[in-house]
């Protein structure tokens, strides 16, 4: 059988792939979809000790982090629209100010 | 045997797909690949005992929001030739490793501690509608109300953003 171990690895994996994503890239997208992939790995840790452990904690936990993820990918690409609509850029380091 | 034949593939599918979704120039390709590894984590989830979660993964993450995200890509209409020459790519990407590599040894090391034990078996018909529904529903009721709170909240904030004049 395959340790816990070994699925927390993938899920550290994905993670941190996620983060170094989120710092090296300027492509507003891009760096939303880092955001995804950082939660999507958070969610394998939470299934992995849902099955350790038995307990069905876990799996509702991701049931209602993929509902957190729908409302910020809802409320993030409206923004996204709005930013591009106003800059015609999708560059991160454009939206350096909040104001104006 | 066959159950760590899958997960090999599978986790190799989900990391490769999570390295091609960060490296890719263009947004549209990067989505694709994040639709490719959302898809893995689905099937590393049914490996888990997670079926329903397994779904819902595909159904929502790879069906809804991701296919919101290239929605949006494509209504923006981002080109190739549009996207802006990324400054500094190699000293960001260094620093990226570095931020990312320390924690991920510290990480290794401490999963390696605490969890170096097979998966113990679990109960027939564990992950099933029927029980996780009753968790759901019973002592989660309370976060699961929240959520379909915010989601609503959300939806009107989203539609209020997108609608608002440029210059209003």
């Known amino acids: ?100 | 045997m066959v159950h760590a034949v899958l997960f090999a593939i599978l986790s190799a599918i989900a990391v490769v797909a999570a390295i091609s979704t960060v490296l890719r120039r263009h947004p549209l390709a990067s989505a694709l690949s994040l639709i490719v590894a959302m898809i893995a984590l689905a099937g590393l989830y049914a490996l888990l005992t997670a079926p329903i979660v397994a779904i819902l993964q595909i159904l929502v993450y790879a069906g809804a929001i991701l296919a919101l995200i290239v929605f949006v890509i494509m209504l923006l209409n981002v080109r190739a030739e549009d996207l802006e020459y990324e400054k500094n790519a190699v000293p960001r990407t260094l620093f990226a490793l570095v931020v990312a590599a320390l924690p991920f040894g510290a990480m290794t090391w401490a999963i390696w501690q605490v969890a170096p034990a097979p998966l113990p078996a679990v109960a027939t018909g564990f992950g099933s509608l029927y029980d996780l529904g009753l968790k759901l529903f019973g002592v989660w009721s309370m976060p699961f109300e929240l959520v379909s709170l915010l989601l609503t909240v959300a939806m009107v904030g989203a539609v209020a953003l997108a609608k608002r004049r440029l210059d209003g």
């Open chain 1, 1 to 100: 059988m395959i340790p816990a171990a070994a699925y927390l690895m993938v899920s550290a994996a994905l993670f941190f792939i996620g983060a170094a994503g989120f710092v090296a890239r300027r492509n507003l997208f891009t760096v939303l979809m880092c955001i995804e992939l950082m939660l999507n790995a958070v969610n394998l840790a939470f299934v992995t000790f849902s099955r350790q452990w038995g307990h069905y904690g876990g799996q509702v936990i991701v049931l209602l982090v993929i509902a957190v993820a729908a409302a910020e990918a809802a409320v993030a690409l409206a923004l996204v629209v709005l930013l591009f609509r106003n800059k015609e850029t999708l560059d991160v380091d454009v939206f350096g100010q909040m104001r104006e």
